[in-house]
């Protein structure tokens, strides 16, 4: 969905100040997030992202022989809010750029 979207998607060019035509990136992510199935969808994709993180993170622990009564359940709450705030971090851009915006461009 990125690479269809960012690398092959719809190609947006400026021209800067000295005369080179290069890539708007920036009104790419713009465009694409001021649509709310797609802030929606990535939203969803992101949680689903924050579950996988969280189990990653506990099962390596685990898969080093990290684990007993007293450690896993600490290790189970780090590995929540360690999945909790890498997911929180890459909703916010999407979210904050459909707010911004004023939704459906």
Known sequence: WHLLH???????????????????????????????????????VMALLGFHLSHGFWSAFQSLGLNGKRFTPFVYGLAAVFAVVMATGF????????????GAL
Do not use: H, Q, R
């Open 91 to 102: 909703i916010v851009l999407p979210v904050w750029i459909f707010i911004i915006s004023g």
């Open 6 to 44: 960012f690398k092959f998607g719809e190609v947006v060019m400026y021209t800067t100040a000295d005369g080179k035509v290069i890539p708007d990136l920036y009104l790419v992510v713009y465009k694409f997030f001021g649509n709310t199935i797609n802030v929606i969808l990535y939203i969803a």
